[in-house]
């Protein structure tokens, strides 16, 4: 289990947490899984099992330190980087579309902030998001499609900026 998915929820807590934060997490995530090897599914439930303990002990991570900083900084560091060739009025929009949705994404609930994550960099399924969320896929869509109209409310306010990413209907 541990080689299967150890590079996959490492980068989970390293898309959230400092590097040396991020191994701290990945390493306590291990140790839950050890204590509770009887409790942890198989196959593919697995993983989703381990996004979920990830998932509670980065809550735990952020509520021990300051979350707004490191958010902000994480975000900054993964936020989608200007095509090569790219003129630089682009690359001038792209960041300040950037910099719009990341400050967007920061004004919002944690666990909104956490949908969108999950979606957009894990590439999980509402099905799976689901499953770490600990609610059904169907909760996962209307919840999605309430967070992508209020961060398309959020962006609207902040001079008009609209990410491509961000569809009219506001479903992300």
Known sequence: MYEEHYADIRSYCLRR???EAA????????????RKI????????????????????V???YRSRSQTSRLRSKLEQTAVR????ASA???VVRRS????????LGRMKPDDQELVRLKMWEELSHAEIGEVFGISAHAVDMRMQRVGKRLARLL???????PQAIPEGGEL
């Open 89 to 91: 009025e682009d690359v």
């Open 38 to 57: 009887d409790e942890v599914p198989q196959g593919a439930e697995a993983r989703l099992w381990l996004f979920a303990v990830a998932r509670n002990t």
């Open 59 to 61: 809550a735990h991570q």
């Open 23 to 34: 191994n701290d997490a990945a390493a306590e995530i291990f140790i839950v899984a050890w």
């Open 17 to 19: 947490l400092s590097v």
């Open 156 to 162: 609207s306010a902040t001079k008009g900026v609209r």
């Open 97 to 104: 579309q950037d910099r719009a949705v990341l400050e967007a």
């Open 82 to 85: 200007s095509p090569a060739g």
